[in-house]
């Protein structure tokens, strides 16, 4: 009994790892921006991961070869998941706290969702509609913030990461074309490669700012790239191996929770009442959304079932039919 629980335990402690890792990125950020601009930093982050991901795709198991007629679909994907994703990020985080940043991107989930409404012209039900609607409250209440703030671009930050997000849908619906054909790995590999690719000549913008980093930023920017870039990419995999997806977005929902842990731990940053509701009211939009799609899930595997159970039966029926026919 214990050794089959062995497995199950494994994977929850992977994914939570690979959330915690996701979660303190925000604080590394911050840490390494004191001698790294912000898109230099995404750059010898990603150089740093695609070095990492290009020694594991050698490997005998993720050695594949990028097909012809995929290349095209791994180069959008390496354009917006990785060079617009993280230079968008990395410069908003300049002006928004980094509890702040992590609760808004909590609610990306909720972006994806309504972007393939859009896209795919699928219909949504009242309860996604309802949700939608409530992690946008709870945006529009983290968003808001007095005139001081304004000017130091704040609200700029957030509207960038907000922009992010719907940039991170993109990635996700290109990713879903090519996901099941390649490795994990090797297709994080030429994804991050073709991204980091498009991010080079970007540095060069913040030449005049480039200095010599410190122990701790150097360190934060090593962090960046191994840890959360590579590390935490294999730890969810793994998880996702013995666990449910459903189960895995659920715990998705603790990457807010640990970010505003680690900002206030680490960074010394307040939980301000503003940010305690908007990021409940965001997290409550997006659980509703989860449970949602659960119950629908649920609903068309038993629909698939019943329907499978009545055609058994129409065609246990005829075959008994059949030999009285022939008679």
Known sequence: MSQQNRPNALSIVS????LILWSSSFVAIKFAYTTYPPITLAVVRFIVATLILGALALLPKNRVK??????????????????????????????????????????????????????????LSVVKIVAILIAIAGVVILSYVKSDARVEGELLGILLLIIAGVVWAVYNFM??????????????????????????????IERAQWQAPTLISFSMM????????????????????????????????????????????????????????????????????????????AADAASAIEQEVQLNLVQGS?????????Q
Not at 107 to 120: A, D, G, K, N, V
Not at 318 to 326: A, D, G, K, N, Y
Request: hydrophobic letters at 55%.
């Open 318 to 326: 005829v075959s008994q039919e059949e030999p009285v026919v022939q």
């Open 175 to 204: 990713t879903k074309k090519v996901v099941n054909r390649y490795p994990p790995v090797t297709l994080l590999f030429y994804t991050t490669l073709f991204g980091t690719i498009f991010m080079l000549p970007l540095a060069l």
């Open 222 to 297: 090593m962090f960046l790239g191994v840890f959360c870039s590579v590390i935490a990419f294999l730890l969810y995999n793994h998880g996702l191996k013995s666990m449910a997806p459903s189960t895995v977005t659920s715990m998705l929902n603790l990457v807010p929770i640990f970010g505003v842990f680690f900002s206030w731990l680490l960074l010394g940053e307040q939980v301000t009442l503003r940010k305690f509701v908007g990021g409940a009211i965001v997290i409550f939009g997006v659980m509703l959304s989860v449970r949602n799609n659960r119950a629908v899930a």
């Open 66 to 123: 990028l097909e012809k007629k995929d290349i095209f679909t791994v180069v959008v994907c390496g354009l917006t998941g990785i060079m617009l994703y993280a230079v968008l990020q990395n410069i908003a985080m300049q002006w928004t706290s980094a509890s702040s940043a992590t609760l808004i991107i909590a609610s990306y989930p909720i972006i994806t969702l309504l972007m393939e409404s859009l896209i795919y012209k699928t219909k």
């Open 15 to 18: 994914v939570l790892g690979a």
